[in-house]
């Protein structure tokens, strides 16, 4: 405990409760536990308008909470997760888990009153609500059992998808808010439109993305996937294709990046089917049988940045510009990079990696180690002729087959839960933290400085 803390007035200090090992009693300490606490942090005012020692006294009731939840889900996860999902016979996608948690052990993690209350608010003004849901979530992860039956709920198909897969057949064409969709002969060409933000990522982009990749993946007609940057709006890039800017900043310091649906619902959604494949066929023993796969082609033009050079280390090909450029701005956006920690270092070796995730280094289409990274350099002039030509070379069946038994050598799916159930918490924890909050805020303040 800091000195200001032990000098600051508590409003409660109770210890976490004794938990018996017994599912139904440690649910109900833990209950009775959240509500005081829930109590003593209602006492205070709202974190906008608290001073240094009340925000203390907040954080200091928030982490008694934190830690009596760690405490009940290593106990309790896979009875937790089997109550919720009747014993694994319900397929329930992360947002729908954790609303069944609510529901079912109340003070485990935010109901939907807490959750939409927190949404409303900007990141700085959030108590990181988010916090308790990745607790839950990485615990979840943790477990061989729940954790790997929690993947595949995640790699099943959208509902959304589901929904518009008989007119994608038959016409070829979708149009999301944020992403287009077409197939031009067996490939498949997925296009960010997400233009007034140099195609960065957002919830919407997120939702879109997925619903665009389960067509894919679903399409018999398909056998290989394109993806895309499409022109943007920016002045600099105006009327160009942009590939990538990664996470949008600016919603991140207005609190419109969500914990469930971004930061952790981007891996173990759209990016892990494009590397792992779509589960189709939940009841079948053999992954070949359970999933379809595709090879994926990326075609980066002017930047993939953050999340966008994350999307390359699950790509079978990347063709990228002859002027763009490739960076992983970790260090300097404070977050973590998704799975790239996991997947840079097999691509371009260890020291590499941490020049690029630990010091920022961006890597240059014509540097010599952008040949780590991506498959070919061509002109602007020349980029569509490369991705018809990279389609070809991979819509031979055998591709797909291959290109799963790779990945499966590569990242096998107890490597990926375990890394998964670490980064849940880090990545909200990091979303909260107050170097991030301060480098949004300064990032915002001096783009309204310049309207």
């Not at 409660?12 to 509500?35: I, K, M, S, V």
């Not at 906008?48 to 934190?66: F, I, K, T």
């Not at 059992?145 to 007119?167: C, N, Q, R, S, Y």
Request: a negative charge; one cysteine or more; hydrophobic letters at 45%.
């Amino acid at each position: 405990m800091s000195t200001r803390l032990a000098s600051a007035r508590l409003p409660w200090d109770e210890p976490a409760p004794g938990f018996t090992g017994a599912l139904q009693a440690d649910a109900g300490l833990l209950t009775a536990y959240a509500a005081t606490a829930e109590h003593h942090l209602g006492l205070l005012p709202p974190r906008p308008h608290r001073d240094g020692d009340q925000q203390l006294a907040a954080e200091h009731v928030l982490a008694l909470a934190r830690t009596a939840r760690r405490a009940f889900m290593a106990l309790h996860a896979d009875e937790v997760y089997d109550r919720l999902t009747e014993n694994r016979t319900r397929y329930l996608r992360v947002d729908a888990l954790l609303a069944a948690a609510a529901d079912t052990f109340p003070g485990l993690v935010p109901d939907q009153a807490q959750v939409l209350a927190e949404a409303a608010r900007i990141q700085a003004h959030k108590d990181g609500r988010e916090v308790d849901q990745a607790i839950f979530c990485g615990a979840v992860l943790r477990s061989a059992t729940a954790g790997t039956h929690l993947i595949e709920a995640m790699l099943l198909p959208t509902a959304g998808a589901v929904d518009l897969l008989e007119e994608f057949r038959e016409v070829g064409r979708m149009v999301l808010s944020t992403v287009t969709v077409e197939r031009e002969g067996q490939a498949a060409h997925v296009t960010f439109r997400n233009a007034h933000c140099l195609n960065a990522e957002d919830n919407r982009l997120i939702a879109d993305l997925e619903t665009a990749i389960d067509l894919v993946l679903l399409d018999d007609q398909v056998r290989v996937g394109v993806l895309r940057g499409g022109k943007v709006d920016h002045r600099r890039y105006a009327g160009k294709r942009v590939f990538s800017a990664g996470i949008n900043l600016k919603d991140l310091r207005n609190g419109d990046i969500s914990f469930v649906d971004f930061l952790l619902g981007r891996e173990l959604g759209y990016i892990h089917k494009m590397a792992r494949g779509l589960l189709v066929n939940p009841a079948e023993a053999a992954w070949a049988d359970r999933c379809t796969s595709k090879p994926w082609v990326g075609a980066v033009e002017s930047f993939a940045i953050g999340g966008g050079m994350q999307l390359l280390l699950v790509l079978d090909r990347v063709i990228a510009e002859a002027d763009a450029f490739f960076s992983l701005p970790a260090a300097e956006e404070g977050i973590v990079p998704g799975l790239g920690n996991l997947r840079l270092t097999r691509m371009v070796g260890t020291r590499l990696a941490r020049q690029i995730i630990l010091q920022g280094r961006t890597i240059h289409a014509n540097d010599p180690e952008a040949s780590l990274i991506c498959d070919e350099i061509v002109p602007t002039a020349g980029m569509d002729s490369a991705i018809e030509r990279a389609v070809r070379d991979l819509r031979a069946p055998a591709v797909a087959a291959n290109r799963s038994m790779l990945f499966l050598a590569e990242e096998p799916l107890d490597l990926y839960r375990s890394y998964l159930s670490e980064f849940s918490t880090a990545q909200a924890s990091r979303a909260y933290s107050s170097d991030v909050l301060d480098k949004v805020e300064r990032r915002w303040q001096q783009s309204q400085a310049r309207k």
